[in-house]
Nanobody, 124 residues
Framework: QVQLVESGGGLAQPGGSLRLSCAASGSIVSVRTMGWYRQAPGKERESVALIIRGDATNSAADYADSVKGRFTISRDNAKNTVYLQMNSLKPEDTAVYYC??????????????WGQGTQVTVSS
């Protein structure tokens, strides 16, 4: 069974930084797109950043306008792991952050799996 596990969430001061990690494990054949979503209290889940698998010199990433220039998404394909480096954090970034991966396993072709979520709180 495929499982995604996030880590790195917690409390940060405004202007501070956090680094989230998400590792996918199980009977994985390949991972196409990995990304991060977030959901603030009373709000719907929104896309934060996603990254499409490429080689060492060619990859593609996309960010929400609200995090451009502050967040950086990266991945380690050998480890099936995606990261989100969050800098210059704002209170508006407070949310539960969810990892997602569009991957192929021995059971399913390009099925989207979700992590359990990790809380990020930005407050003085």
């Amino acid at each position: 069974q495929v499982q995604l596990v996030e880590s790195g969430g917690g409390l940060a001061q405004p202007g501070g930084s956090l680094r989230l990690s998400c590792a996918a494990s199980g009977s994985i054949v390949s991972v196409r797109t990995m990304g991060w979503y977030r959901q603030a209290p009373g709000k719907e889940r929104e896309s934060v950043a996603l990254i499409i698998r490429g080689d060492a010199t060619n990859s593609a990433a996309d960010y929400a306008d609200s995090v451009k220039g502050r967040f950086t998404i990266s991945r380690d394909n050998a480890k099936n792991t995606v990261y989100l480096q969050m800098n210059s954090l704002k209170p508006e970034d407070t949310a539960v952050y969810y990892c997602a991966a569009d991957l192929t396993s021995y059971q399913r072709h390009e099925y989207i799996y979700w992590g359990q979520g990790t809380q990020v709180t930005v407050s003085s």
